[in-house]
């Protein structure tokens, strides 16, 4: 006993060492960046607002993330192939003759809600048909058994979106509406950085009010506490789990065009680096829950965007701007080692008590 006190104490230092190593090495990289001033005012605006529209984006896909695990407690890796799908079959059917006709820019408002409806509908029938081949099967195994499946379906739906479309780069058509800038504040903001905030904004309080104030939400949070309870009360479990995973999809397949919007450009592989990232914000802000998705989503994409030229900088590391993954990867680490539970996690777990 004495023995396991004396290398549970040497861990623990070992643990606090490391921690306080982090925290000097962004003190100092963040002293140096601001000592050296490389950038203007402009600039840092500039990674801010860049950084938000990418939180959310990551936010929209985390709620995927955060919805299924809360019902399911399983990770669904096959989550960045259901925002991959929808937004390619939309572009490729869709975007791109509504550009060729002209009527992408006639109707810009028209042409987009029905280019994000068609690719929330792909993206929810895609899910809808891997939980109810992949996942219900396995409700009652062991939970390394489903994630073993949701990384063997995410590989599934990779390549047979491949054998459909290539694995070119597939070009994302820009919106005339879309270009250029807007005055906000004072502030100049690319329309289609604009957009994207916004529409993930309202898309994110919709489901919010979605799961805590209607009938179908009380029913989703009801399986996600006791499945053999909520089933004696009347409730349908499979619906509610399906539901839940369409409503993950939705919003995943709206981010999708969102995130051809910014980036445009679109391919078969295009879901497995967001929805890694989208993981990463889902347990950054508490997984389980939707504030915390939401908020984890923004945080890590303002990291994501401030990080390197704050401190990466400051260190001397070349190519600091192309560490942004590091980034987020390492943050994925860091919130494991400090705080593992999330940034609200714990809060909701005593609100729970």
Known sequence: MLQKLRDLSVLDAILWIFRAGIIVLVIWGTGATILDNPYTAANWIDFVIFGIAQGSLYA?????????????FMINFAHGEFFMSGTLVA???LAQPMKESGFLDEYPILSLLVIILVSMSIAVSV?????????????RAPRLVPLITAIGASFFWQYFFRGLFG????????MNILKGTWMIFGIEILRRQVVV???SILMMIGLYIFVMRTKTGRAIRAVAEDKDVAALMGIDVD????????????MAGAAGILYAIIFQQVDFFMGFVPGIKAFTAAVLGGIGSVPGAALGGLFLGVFESVGPPLFL????????HQLKDVIAFTMLVLVLIFRPQGIIGERLKEAKA
Do not use: C, D, K, N
């Not at 929209?60 to 399911?72: F, K, S």
């Open 91 to 93: 572009t490729v059917f």
């Open 313 to 320: 900088q400051g260190l001397g590391i070349p190519g600091a």
């Open 127 to 139: 899910a809808l048909l891997t939980e109810r081949m992949a996942y219900r099967p396995l409700r």
């Open 197 to 199: 905030i916004v529409a």
């Open 60 to 72: 929209l896909i985390a709620l995927g993330y955060t919805l299924v695990y809360g019902i399911l």
């Open 239 to 250: 619906r509610a789990i399906s539901i839940t995973f369409a409503l993950g999809a939705a």
């Open 167 to 174: 694995s070119q780069v597939i070009p994302y058509p820009e």
